[in-house]
């Protein structure tokens, strides 16, 4: 009865075992192998020929919006305002009148300067006659002179305070709101409107010390503002002359057309400064790259095989990054698919470019 047992259960273990191998032999990555060898599926991938090309480094920077020219008219006078000859928004040009202080007092003085400039005139002019036939000292000349050269003072005295009744543009601009009314008493510091020429703009940035050398006047930026479209390109036209010992950065500034009036002063810009253009220089695609412990890896392709290289880095931009070592013109890179490759790896190229 025992044997039996025995038989049975011996039975059933072989019947087990051969289950077994059967399904590792017949299973499908098993009938794969055919002729002693075994065939593996190559993995298809994007591939990218390396081409040396030009290259220009740029630095990403924070600028604002400044006018060309801005200034807060005020008065340099006291009085009572009887006119104001400008709209808010208005675009005006330099010399235009823009508003009048109450100066009836000023000119009745300045008719009675006039006058008295008229008699010293006369005076003066007897007086040299007079000298001339020696019928008076030079003393008595020298007074009637005198008294001339205060009369032409008090009269340019006069006339200048009355030019300060005038509030004039200085240059060409739009005038904002004005912050005063038609008789109103005003004193000199108190705002009348801000006057500003934005055509062109200046872009105010600043870069760090280490590329200080690498920037200067006619330098080429491009920026951006937010909510318009497109980018624009800018002229550095001065350099701070020192580097800021607090952030350690030096200031720059660029003029930018502004034809359209879109640039608006005090809006911030996003600024790329253009450093230097490099030459045959590598890039290839971020993607590509594994970092290891032992430093930058890439995989190429050459002679139909997978060949693992370890690569030096130089700039990286948003999407690519430069290869300084380890590659050449004409090589090969995988660009995808490299968790998945080892040396050993079959692959096939799905696009190459």
Same mark, same amino acid.
């Given at each position: 009865?025992?044997?039996?047992?025995?038989?049975?259960?011996?039975?059933? &273990?072989?019947a087990?075992?051969? &289950?077994?191998l059967?399904?590792?032999?017949w299973s499908?990555?098993? #009938?794969?192998?055919?002729?002693?060898?075994?065939?593996?599926?190559?993995?298809?991938?994007?591939?990218?020929?390396?081409?040396? @090309?030009?290259?220009?480094? $740029?630095?990403?920077?924070?600028g604002?919006?400044?006018?060309?020219?801005?200034?807060?008219?005020?008065?340099?006078i !006291?009085?009572?305002?009887?006119?104001?000859?400008?709209?808010?928004?208005?675009?005006?040009?330099?010399?235009?009148?823009?508003?009048?202080?109450?100066?009836?007092?000023?000119?009745? #003085?300045?008719?009675?300067?006039?006058?008295?400039?008229?008699?010293? /005139?006369?005076? @003066?002019? *007897?007086?040299r006659?007079?000298?001339?036939?020696?019928?008076? !000292?030079?003393? @008595?000349?020298?007074?009637?002179?005198?008294? =001339? /050269?205060?009369? /032409?003072?008090?009269?340019?005295?006069?006339?200048?305070?009355?030019?300060?009744?005038?509030?004039?543009?200085?240059?060409?601009?739009?005038?904002?709101?004005?912050?005063?009314?038609?008789?109103?008493?005003?004193?000199?510091?108190?705002?009348?409107?801000?006057?500003v020429n934005?055509?062109?703009?200046?872009?105010?940035?600043?870069?760090?010390?280490?590329?200080?050398? =690498?920037?200067?006047?006619?330098?080429?930026? $491009?920026? *951006?503002?937010?909510?318009l479209?497109?980018?624009?390109?800018?002229?550095?036209?001065?350099?701070?002359?020192?580097?800021?010992?607090?952030?350690?950065t030096?200031?720059?500034?660029?003029?930018?057309?502004?034809?359209?009036g879109?640039?608006?002063?005090?809006?911030?810009?996003?600024? @790329?400064?253009?450093l230097?253009?490099?030459?045959?220089?590598?890039?290839?695609?971020?993607?590509?790259?594994?970092?290891?412990?032992?430093?930058?890896?890439?995989? =190429?392709?050459?002679?139909?095989?997978?060949e !693992?290289?370890?690569?030096?880095?130089?700039?990286? $931009?948003?999407?690519?990054?430069?290869? $300084?070592n380890?590659?050449?013109?004409?090589?090969?890179?995988?660009?995808?698919?490299i968790?998945?490759?080892?040396?050993?790896?079959?692959?096939?190229?799905?696009?190459?470019?």
């Amino acid at each position: 009865m025992k044997i039996v047992k025995r038989i049975i259960f011996t039975t059933i &273990a072989l019947a087990f075992v051969g &289950a077994i191998l059967y399904r590792a032999i017949w299973s499908e990555p098993a #009938q794969a192998a055919v002729s002693g060898g075994l065939v593996r599926t190559a993995l298809p991938v994007d591939m990218m020929v390396v081409k040396p @090309e030009s290259f220009t480094e $740029t630095f990403p920077a924070v600028g604002s919006v400044e006018a060309n020219e801005s200034v807060m008219l005020k008065t340099e006078i !006291s009085g009572k305002i009887t006119g104001i000859f400008f709209d808010e928004g208005q675009r005006v040009e330099q010399g235009m009148l823009l508003l009048k202080v109450f100066d009836d007092d000023l000119q009745a #003085q300045l008719t009675r300067a006039r006058a008295n400039l008229r008699l010293a /005139q006369d005076v @003066e002019e *007897r007086q040299r006659q007079l000298l001339e036939r020696e019928a008076i !000292s030079q003393q @008595e000349y020298d007074v009637a002179f005198a008294n =001339l /050269q205060v009369a /032409q003072a008090d009269v340019a005295l006069i006339s200048s305070n009355i030019s300060k009744t005038e509030i004039r543009a200085p240059f060409d601009g739009i005038i904002g709101f004005r912050r005063v009314s038609p008789g109103e008493f005003i004193t000199p510091g108190v705002d009348i409107a801000l006057l500003v020429n934005n055509n062109p703009v200046r872009i105010a940035f600043t870069v760090p010390e280490r590329f200080a050398q =690498l920037v200067g006047v006619n330098t080429v930026i $491009t920026y *951006r503002l937010e909510g318009l479209l497109g980018e624009r390109r800018a002229t550095v036209y001065a350099v701070e002359p020192q580097i800021d010992p607090n952030t350690r950065t030096l200031q720059l500034k660029a003029f930018s057309p502004n034809h359209d009036g879109a640039l608006i002063p005090g809006a911030m810009a996003r600024v @790329e400064v253009q450093l230097q253009t490099q030459h045959d220089v590598t890039f290839i695609p971020t993607q590509a790259i594994l970092s290891e412990a032992a430093g930058q890896r890439i995989y =190429l392709y050459r002679g139909g095989n997978v060949e !693992s290289v370890l690569v030096e880095t130089g700039t990286r $931009t948003h999407d690519r990054v430069q290869i $300084t070592n380890g590659i050449a013109t004409g090589d090969t890179v995988i660009v995808t698919g490299i968790m998945q490759i080892t040396p050993r790896t079959s692959v096939t190229p799905a696009r190459i470019f």
